[in-house]
């Protein structure tokens, strides 16, 4: 079964720093495609940062310049390096993975950012 384990979330001032990571376990393949995504309270999910197996990354305009996600191909982890935090960037963050054409999400961590 294969299982997407969050790491990293937590509560920090703003302008502070926080690294998210996630592993990839119960999966005999390699992810096609990783990301992190959001959802702050009464709003959707949405996209902050993927990555492909080929190394190439997409950012929201939100996080451009502040947020950098990294993968490790052969460990099937990724991680998201989140500088100059913000209150507006307080959320769950999941972490999802495409492996083999299926998609899978983690359960969430929690990033909290105060003024």
């Known amino acids: 079964q294969v299982q997407l384990v969050e790491s990293g979330g937590g509560l920090v001032q703003a302008g502070g720093s926080l690294r998210l990571s996630c592993a990839v376990s119960g999966s005999r393949f390699l992810f096609n495609g990783m990301g992190w995504y959001r959802q702050a309270p009464g709003k959707q999910r949405e996209r902050v940062a993927s990555i492909t197996n080929g190394g190439n990354t997409n950012y929201a305009d939100s996080v451009k310049g502040r947020f950098t996600i990294s993968g490790d191909i052969a460990k099937n982890t990724v991680a998201l390096q989140m500088n100059s935090l913000e209150p507006e960037d307080s959320a769950v963050y999941y972490c999802?993975?495409?492996?083999?054409?299926?998609?899978?999400w983690g359960k969430g961590t929690l990033v909290t950012v105060s003024t």
């Open positions: 999802n993975a495409k492996i083999v054409g299926v998609e899978y």
